[in-house]
């Protein structure tokens, strides 16, 4: 059995559930088998009962696992099709993505925003920005990426942008560096159809339907700090939103 790796910033149930995914992927557990009783699993990932749940829980939405009451955790396939679950709650899970994802980058260019671009980027016409280009996949699964990517960011980052592809995101870069704290992320969620350029780039036919997402991260300024649009096609994405009652006071 694997054991528990990948980034210390991952939650624990997410490096327990690549865990059992390698472990069912290479032969440990093949489709039909049982996995081992939570109380089992428990024991050899040396975590809690709670955290074992979520991890077969998120197996499970995958269609990898089927937990049946009073038989076990049953696994149902060996793959899940490169479709990645984007599970969120908070600002923080914006990081696991960029922390579990790769991106590879096509092309950078430099441009002054003009009034087509005021509405993307929350700016004024002639603020300068750095466009990034390129497809983003899960780790480990580089031949069927997830998302089409544009990345705009703020020129007064420039060494960020023009710096090499980082195993963070851009915008934690630009926070750390420039002491700068997140306030705010906006969030915009639309039906696409890809286009016949950007389907050749995801290996997608033309007019294959999906999801377009823009997010603004801001700062203290009221322009953000960086821009993200990404286009993902309908059978590799899954997005999860997870919204608490707030207490009474």
Known sequence: M???IGTS?????ARVADALMRDITSGVYAVGD???????LCENFNVSRATIREALRQLSELGVVNKAHGIGTRVMALETQSQYLMSLNSISGLMHYGHETALRLIDRSAFVAGESDTELLGCAVGDRWIRLRGVRSVIGLENRPIAYSEIYID???????????????????IIDRHGEELQTVEQEISAI???VAIGDLMAVKPETAGLQIIRRYYCSQSQPIEVTLNHHPKERFTYKLRLNRPSPK
């Open 2 to 4: 694997s054991n528990i």
């Open 9 to 13: 910033k991952q939650p624990r149930y």
């Open 34 to 40: 049982l996995l081992p009783p939570e109380s089992v």
């Open 155 to 173: 020129e007064r980052y420039a060494e960020i942008a023009y710096g090499p592809s980082p195993a963070r995101t851009y915008y934690e870069m």
């Open 193 to 195: 159809n890809f286009s």
